[in-house]
């Protein structure tokens, strides 16, 4: 504590509350200030935590969507090759009939 500095424009009581400025009370404003900074840093990190969370589901959804089109993909070119194997089991049924 350091009751003498002259910056420090409070009350004699008040100094001795504990409840002074910066000046007055250097520590109880380094206390203030090292919790805000806290707390800051809590913000942040959950802000991190968002934000990581959500490139998670971003990824998710982006491999859903992936999924989606080779599935989409794998359905086209099955209907595809079960028409041409149709096609091809009816031509071969031709064949048979003709002999
Ligand atoms: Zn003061």
């Known amino acids: 504590m350091s009751l ?3 910056r420090c424009k409070c009350p004699f009581a008040i100094k001795m509350n504990g409840d002074g400025c ?3 009370q250097p520590q109880t404003a380094i206390d ?3 919790s805000v900074v806290d707390d800051l840093e809590e ?3 959950q802000q991190d ?3 990581r969370r959500l490139e998670a589901e971003n990824e998710a959804l982006r491999k859903s969507v ?3 089109r080779a599935a989409i993909n794998g359905h086209m070119h ?3 090759s079960s028409i041409e194997s149709q096609q ?3 031509s071969k049924l031709w064949a048979i009939i003709k002999e």
């Open 22 to 24: 910066q000046y007055c």
């Open 43 to 45: 913000e942040s990190d």
């Open 78 to 80: 099955s209907d595809l």
């Open 4 to 6: 003498n500095d002259k």
């Open 88 to 90: 091809e089991a009816d």
């Open 32 to 34: 203030l200030l090292s």
């Open 49 to 51: 935590a968002r934000s």
């Open 66 to 68: 992936e999924e989606l």
